[in-house]
């Protein structure tokens, strides 16, 4: 069982930056890999980017690639999503997840919203 609490979402200007963070629970973080989603209102979820348990390997959607990066300490059991040049179409409520089959997502944790105004 894996608990994923989400933090550091708030209200920035278009061309500004944030860090989210994602803390999780129990002792098997780093056999986890995590990823990023993000739900805007009257859209489906859709996914932002993901790295692999050792953090070796990452993978952006093209909508934020060059401008977000994830990353993760598997000592402090958490995940991050550096945000820079953010647009107010990057207002959304972002999930982290953890995959231990690199196919679905097991874990979710409860949203943190960022919005972006222009």
């Known amino acids: 069982q894996v608990q994923l609490v989400e933090s550091g979402g708030g209200l920035v200007q278009a061309g500004g930056s944030l860090r989210l963070s994602c803390a999780a629970s129990?002792?098997?973080?780093?056999?986890?890999?995590m990823g990023w989603f993000r739900q805007a209102p009257g859209k489906e979820r859709e996914f932002i980017a993901a790295?692999?348990?050792?953090?070796?390997?990452?993978y952006y959607a093209d909508s934020v690639k060059g401008r977000f990066t994830i990353s993760r300490d598997n000592a402090k059991n958490t995940v991050y999503l550096q945000m820079n040049s953010l647009k107010p179409e990057d207002t959304a409520v972002y999930y982290c997840?953890?995959?231990?089959?690199?196919?679905?997502?097991?874990?979710w944790g409860q949203g943190t919203q960022v919005t972006v105004s222009s």
């Open positions: 997840a953890a995959s231990y089959d690199d196919i679905s997502y097991d874990y």
């Open positions: 129990g002792r098997t973080f780093s056999r986890y890999a």
């Open positions: 790295i692999s348990w050792s953090g070796g390997d990452t």
